[in-house]
């Protein structure tokens, strides 16, 4: 069953606003993965964390691997109309290689 | 250019029948893997598969069967026996000999059940 717990599962957020989102799980992680869905196409990679602590940025988006290897955060900062989306944190275990996904973060943008 | 391609983006099927959706990557990487998403869910896996001529059960693997005779495919058949395959199907790779691989997605895969 589902690994990961994503929260939260929608948010309607005002354009220009900060967006946040995290990831948490009973199992340890060696990787995190965040990715962006469109409607009616195959997600697309956002951000690849490695090492527990690790913050890394893409432009407006910032992801951090929690020092637990339990969980995982994504911000959105000053959020525009084509952020409109359904976010996903993955994860990998050391012991099977599972790729494990969260049940997405659906966001819609207010003009 | 270098990627991982579904085929056919559509495609319908009738009750009762195999259906098999085509997954085929070029990246040279050692694992893929197949999901299934239902409308305003997240993605469930089915099958993996970390090398050639081996594959591992997801979490949803029951009417569903693969293959992996070449690095490059994975094909994914749907059974009669898959009461509900109505979905979108995404197939992902990934470079395996280590964690520090991300995977990609091909732009997946919708079947509807006529």
């Known amino acids: 069953g589902q690994q990961l717990n994503q929260s939260p599962q929608s948010m309607f957020i005002q354009e220009g606003e900060d967006v946040s989102m995290n990831c948490t799980s009973s199992?340890?992680?060696?990787?995190w993965l965040w990715y962006k869905q469109d409607p009616g196409e195959g997600p697309v990679l956002l951000i690849a964390?490695?090492?527990?602590?690790e913050l890394t940025s893409n432009g407006r988006l910032t992801a951090q691997f929690g020092i637990t290897r339990k969980d995982s955060f994504l911000n959105i900062s000053a959020s525009i109309p084509s952020d409109v989306g359904i976010y996903f944190c993955?994860?990998?275990?050391?012991?099977?290689?599972?790729?494990?996904f969260g049940a997405g973060t659906t966001v819609t943008v207010r003009a | 250019d270098g990627g991982i391609t579904q085929s056919p983006k559509y495609l319908f099927r009738k009750e009762g029948q195999n259906v098999t959706l085509s997954c085929e990557q070029n990246?040279?990487?050692?694992?893929m893997y197949w999901y299934r998403q239902d409308p305003g869910q997240g993605l469930r896996l089915i099958y993996y598969?970390?090398?050639?001529?081996?594959?591992q059960k997801g979490d949803i693997a029951e009417g569903y069967s693969v293959s992996r005779e070449k690095k490059e495919s994975f094909p994914l058949t749907v059974t009669s026996a898959q009461k509900n395959p109505t979905a979108f199907y995404l197939c992902a790779s990934r470079e395996e000999g280590g964690m520090n691989t991300e995977a990609f997605f091909g732009q997946g895969t919708r079947l509807t059940v006529v």
């Open positions: 964390l490695y090492k527990a602590g």
């Open positions: 993955a994860g990998i275990r050391s012991n099977d290689y599972k790729l494990s």
């Open positions: 199992s340890i992680f060696n990787t």
């Open positions: 990246l040279n990487h050692d694992a």
């Open positions: 598969s970390q090398i050639v001529n081996d594959f």
